[in-house]
């Protein structure tokens, strides 16, 4: 794969690239506490399919620029760095996907700038406006969800999830998956990303950017869940330990095009468990 830099929307993006130059572009989005690493197997089989692949470390993560302050890292800021790299790569209508963090990107992408979407791949993330419902209104999810409760102290998180090398945020990633889900070398090159300067706090920011969202929508005017108008697939994971496959259905049926495939024996880790399965999913929908 071939390294850059690129400028959107006033900051640098690490980016990875793969493929042919003029093949299809399609744009991977990783999450948290991941990183491009995150899609190493899907590329051979999107570039084997004649996709170019697009990946970038996103905003805070790994080699991409780490602004300071909450308020950088609100969703709607962090979709607008996608749409920046839509326009340095000279692509019109995206072929885009996501999963975690991105995902949450991703369907904020088809939402505030749906013009700008050809198709919309999510792995294991829900509507955010169905996230914010059940988190509001079902108590197994707020249980699920304890960790971003966690996340809002800031120092001590810091301090507690980086120390001894990070040990404490290996476990939470290797213990959310199953036990091949990641082994030794995964967690070496994670472990790189997350000792970068300032990219714990970033990464954390994001967490803490989306509870001042969720609580301007939990105290501010009820407002109608935001219908997506892009063509949606939605992967799913069912053995999901932070977001119930309950988000999934209600979710799709907010797309005016959505079809919603359940990974029966996989975990959040999707892309991960079920990689030659997702990676058929992803090939048939961006063609």
């Known amino acids: 794969m071939q390294s850059q830099f690129i400028a959107t929307n006033n900051i640098n993006l690490h980016v990875m690239t793969d493929g042919p130059e003029n093949g299809t572009a399609v744009i991977l989005l990783h999450g948290f506490p991941e990183f491009n690493y995150g899609w190493r197997k ?31 890292y609100d969703v709607d800021i962090l979709a ?37 979407l050809e198709k919309l791949a999510i792995l294991n993330v829900p509507h955010p406006d169905v996230m914010t419902d059940f988190v509001l209104h079902n108590s197994a999810q707020r249980k699920k969800s304890w960790y971003v409760y966690f996340f809002q102290i800031p120092w001590l998180v810091e301090w507690m999830l980086s120390k001894n090398n990070f040990e404490n945020l290996a476990r939470m990633l290797t213990r959310s998956g199953r036990k091949s889900t990641f082994n030794e070398a995964d967690v070496l090159e994670y472990k790189k990303a997350w000792s970068q300067r300032g990219a714990l706090t970033a990464m954390l920011n994001w967490y803490r950017a989306a509870m001042r969202r ?60 079920a990689a030659e399965e997702v990676n058929q999913k992803l090939i048939e929908f961006m063609r």
């Not at 089989?45 to 302050?69: E, H, M, T």
């Not at 892009?230 to 799913?236: F, R, S």
Request: aromatic content about 8%.
């Open 80 to 116: 607008k760095d996608i749409v920046g790299l839509f326009d340095h790569f000279g692509i019109q209508k995206a072929k885009l996907a996501g999963h975690d963090w991105g995902a949450a990107v991703a369907w904020t992408v088809a939402i505030n700038h749906p013009e700008r």
């Open 214 to 273: 969720g609580l301007r929508s939990a105290f501010g005017k009820k407002t109608a869940a935001r219908r997506v108008h892009v063509p949606t697939v939605m992967l799913w994971g069912k053995h999901d330990i932070a977001l119930s496959a309950e988000m999934a259905q209600p979710s799709i049926g907010l797309c005016d095009e959505g079809e919603l495939t359940f990974f029966d024996r996989s975990t959040h880790w999707v892309q991960h468990d």
């Open 42 to 72: 899907q590329v051979p089989a999107l570039v084997a399919a004649g996709f170019r692949v697009i990946i970038p470390d996103q905003r805070g993560y790994n080699l991409s620029d780490k602004p300071k302050g909450i308020s950088a």
